[in-house]
């Protein structure tokens, strides 16, 4: 299960984050998760309960946006939803078909809480 590692790299990154900025506490967490990207949102969100114990982001809510996957057609142009990374256009059934969006894996932001709030 990948979605370990990913969660313990996220927990990581934020914590330096907030490190930096002087928080006491991470709230929240938005993640861009591209349909396409192999991972799963519900085991990413169960071991980022187990990666973040005992951090900053112990209690931090994740929020996670799924973009669908796109594909263009290297022929005529077309973009169209894609499932997988082999498609065949719709239009002209070209199998030149390259992914513009469903990749997607970044931390979009963090919502932390600061000593005194």
Same mark, same amino acid.
């Given at each position: ?18 490190? @930096?900025?002087?928080?006491?506490? &991470? ?5 861009? &998760?591209? @349909?396409?990207?192999?991972? %799963? +949102?519900?085991?990413? @969100?169960?071991? *980022? ?16 946006? $799924? +973009?669908?996957? &796109?594909? %263009? ?6 973009? *169209?939803?894609?499932? *997988?990374?082999?498609? $065949?256009? +719709? ?11 469903? %990749? %997607? *894996?970044? &931390? ?8 005194? $709030?």
């Amino acid at each position: 299960m990948h979605e370990m590692s990913i969660a313990m790299s996220i927990v990581e990154a934020v914590v330096a984050n907030a490190q @930096k900025e002087g928080a006491v506490r &991470i709230s929240g967490i938005d993640l861009l &998760i591209g @349909k396409l990207a192999g991972i %799963e +949102p519900e085991s990413l @969100k169960f071991c *980022f309960s187990s990666a973040s114990k005992g951090t900053l982001a112990e209690d931090a809510v994740l929020a996670i946006d $799924e +973009p669908e996957g &796109i594909g %263009e057609c290297g022929e005529c142009g077309m973009r *169209f939803p894609v499932t *997988f990374y082999y498609a $065949e256009c +719709p239009e002209c059934r070209s199998l030149r078909i390259k992914i513009v969006s469903g %990749e %997607e *894996f970044l &931390i979009q932001s963090i919502t932390i809480e600061e000593e005194g $709030e």
